[in-house]
């Protein structure tokens, strides 16, 4: 088997359809729509319009971002000799990585069935590989840094919100899937907490390097600000769950500070799109 698997290489049949974030964000769509509409946003929750379709979009990128998590933690099992070196992973982290390849492989099972069961069919809607990006860092504890605190804290934040939105609706087979598999997420990010402070507990250097590759990693899974705070984000920032996970209030302020930066990048680049679009239009 292959060492350090390059995210173009992952393994998918025919009915998946890659693209990128920033391809989305640069439709050209966008350009001949008001600007107004282009920065629109409202919590998820059935009374939206477009609050069914934005549920199963939600829910499909939740089922490809398992399949991306079961890979990363699966690559680390892998990809490093067991040991206590830099470059080296214990063999207790693999054993961790390992029963988290085996809750990401049931979250894969359960968020096919709630796919059929919200009427979405796998590849209805483009998968995005950012996730597994994330878990390609040659350095095991950025690494974890990457997937066990930025992406599996994305997945609490996402988890709670499709909780909630299946609590509103009525849907007692949303929530009570949403809230079994929030339960294993919190488990995963506080075993990154863990690991993390604990292979740089001498290292200091390390661990700053880790926790500014998660600051960016963060950036990038707050959505362009559709994961954060305000009273519009469609993906609230769980505060209590990601306590429970072993992150701090300064912490988590800070998650929410970058999402707010994220959302002003996003409109600015679309600002941009829409313009150079218009102007290559001859203004029409």
């Known amino acids: 088997m292959r060492h350090a698997l390059p995210p173009e290489d992952l393994a998918r049949?025919?009915?998946?359809?890659r693209?990128?974030?920033?391809?989305?964000a640069s439709d050209p769509r966008?350009?001949?729509?008001?600007?107004d509409k282009r920065a629109q946003r409202a919590p998820l929750s059935p009374e939206r319009a477009d609050g069914p379709e934005a549920a199963r979009s939600l829910m499909h990128g939740i089922f490809t971002g398992e399949i991306q998590a079961l890979e990363g933690a699966g690559r680390t099992c892998w990809d490093f000799p067991t040991g206590t070196g830099p470059d080296e992973a214990p063999f207790e982290l693999k054993?961790?990585?390992?029963?988290?390849c085996w809750d990401e492989a049931r979250h894969c099972e359960i968020s096919v069935k709630l796919g059929d069961w919200m009427g979405?069919?796998?590849g209805e809607f483009a998968e995005s590989v950012f996730l597994y990006e994330a878990a390609c860092n040659p350095d095991p504890v950025l690494r974890l840094t990457g997937v066990n605190r930025a992406l599996e804290g994305l997945a609490i934040d996402v988890f709670n919100t499709m909780r909630e939105f299946g609590i509103t609706s009525g849907d007692p087979v949303l929530e009570f899937c949403?809230?079994?598999?929030?339960?294993?997420?919190v488990t995963h990010v506080k075993m990154g907490s863990d690991w993390l402070r604990r292979l740089t507990a001498d290292d200091p250097d390390r661990r700053s390097r880790a926790l500014e590759f998660q600051r960016v990693v963060d950036k990038l899974f707050s959505l362009g600000g559709a994961r954060g705070e305000e009273d519009d984000s469609p993906i609230k920032l769980?505060?209590?769950?990601?306590?429970?996970?072993?992150?701090?209030?300064?912490?988590?302020?800070?998650?929410?500070?970058?999402?707010?930066?994220?959302r002003g990048d996003l409109a600015r680049y679309q600002e941009k799109v829409a313009a150079d679009a218009d102007a290559g239009s001859g203004g029409r």
């Open 19 to 24: 693209n990128s974030f920033m391809a989305r």
């Open 13 to 17: 049949d025919e009915r998946f359809v």
């Open 238 to 262: 769980a505060r209590r769950f990601r306590e429970l996970a072993g992150f701090d209030t300064e912490e988590i302020d800070e998650i929410a500070e970058l999402s707010r930066e994220s």
């Open 30 to 35: 966008l350009a001949a729509m008001p600007a």
């Open 120 to 122: 979405t069919d796998i």
């Open 178 to 185: 949403e809230d079994w598999m929030l339960a294993d997420e």
């Open 95 to 100: 054993l961790d990585m390992a029963r988290q």
